[in-house]
T-cell receptor
Framework: GIQVEQSPPDLILQEGANSTLRCNFSDSVNNLQWFHQNPWGQLINLFYIPSGTKQNGRLSATTVATERYSLLYISSSQTTDSGVYFCAVEPYNDYKLSFGAGTTVTVRA | GAVVSQHPSRVICKSGTSVKIECRSLDFQATTMFWYRQFPKQSLMLMAT?????????EQGVEKDKFLINHASLTLSTLTVTSAHPEDSSFYIC??????????????FGEGSRLTVL
C-alpha cells in the first residue's frame, strides 16, 4: 500500500514562531487532507488539498502532487495550535484514506 | 463543513460484554462510511468500509465476527464490538463524505468513541 511519512515527529515552538510540517507519499493520489487532532481526540479538517496552495487564517498548505509531497505552514503559532497534525492520502484506484504517523506540536507560552 | 456525529463518546464495559457505537451523518447522506481505530499515541488505522445496504469490507487482520458493522440507512452506521476484551480498548472513529463518488471527496470525522474494557 501507499506509504505516508510525516516529519518532524515532534515539534516544540515558542508562541509566535512559524513552522513547517512535511508529508511525503509514495504514490499518486486523488485526495490529500491535513487534520489537527485536539486533546479530546476530535479530528479537525484543516485542508482538502490534492494539489495547489490554500490558506486559512494563520495556516496554509501546499501540495506538489508531481513530487509527492505536501507542506503545512503554521505562522505566528499560538498555544491552541498544540496537538497532533495528521496528513492523510487517498491513492488512485483505492478509495481508502491512509494516515501518516503524525507530527506532535507543542506551543509554549 | 459536513457534520458526522458519534455516540457514545466514552464507554466502559466489563470483559465479555458487547458494545455498540453509532455513527451518523447529520446533514448529508452517506452510502459509504469508514471506521478507524487509534491506539494511544499512534496513528489512525482503517478497520473497515461500511456500505449502505450491503456487507462491510474489512481490512486485512480485522476480525469481522469481532467487529460487526451495520449500515442500515444512508445516515447511520453502527460498529458493535462483540464479547469485548481488554485488548479491544481503543479510540474508535468513523468518517464519511457528503460528496463522495467512487474514489474521492473530502472526508469528515466523528468525535470518536473511547472504549475501555475492564
Amino acid at each position: 500500500g501507499i506509504q505516508v511519512e510525516q516529519s518532524p515527529p515532534d515539534l516544540i515552538l515558542q508562541e509566535g514562531a512559524n513552522s513547517t510540517l512535511r508529508c511525503n507519499f509514495s504514490d499518486s493520489v486523488n485526495n490529500l487532507q491535513w487534520f489537527h487532532q485536539n486533546p479530546w481526540g476530535q479530528l479537525i479538517n484543516l485542508f482538502y488539498i490534492p494539489s495547489g496552495t490554500k490558506q486559512n487564517g494563520r495556516l496554509s498548505a501546499t501540495t506538489v502532487a508531481t513530487e509527492r509531497y505536501s507542506l503545512l505552514y503554521i505562522s505566528s503559532s499560538q498555544t491552541t495550535d498544540s496537538g497532533v497534525y495528521f496528513c492523510a492520502v487517498e491513492p488512485y484506484n483505492d478509495y481508502k484514506l491512509s494516515f501518516g504517523a503524525g507530527t506532535t506540536v507543542t506551543v509554549r507560552a | 463543513g459536513a457534520v458526522v456525529s458519534q455516540h457514545p463518546s466514552r464507554v466502559i464495559c466489563k470483559s465479555g460484554t458487547s458494545v455498540k457505537i453509532e455513527c451518523r451523518s447529520l446533514d448529508f447522506q452517506a452510502t459509504t462510511m469508514f471506521w478507524y481505530r487509534q491506539f494511544p499515541k499512534q496513528s489512525l488505522m482503517l478497520m473497515a468500509t461500511s456500505n449502505e445496504g450491503s456487507k462491510a469490507t474489512y481490512e486485512q487482520g480485522v476480525e469481522k465476527d469481532k467487529f460487526l458493522i451495520n449500515h442500515a440507512s444512508l445516515t447511520l452506521s453502527t460498529l458493535t464490538v462483540t464479547s469485548a476484551h481488554p485488548e479491544d480498548s481503543s479510540f474508535y472513529i468513523c468518517s464519511a463524505s457528503p460528496g463522495r463518488t467512487a474514489n474521492t471527496g473530502e472526508l469528515f470525522f466523528g468525535e470518536g468513541s473511547r472504549l475501555t474494557v475492564l
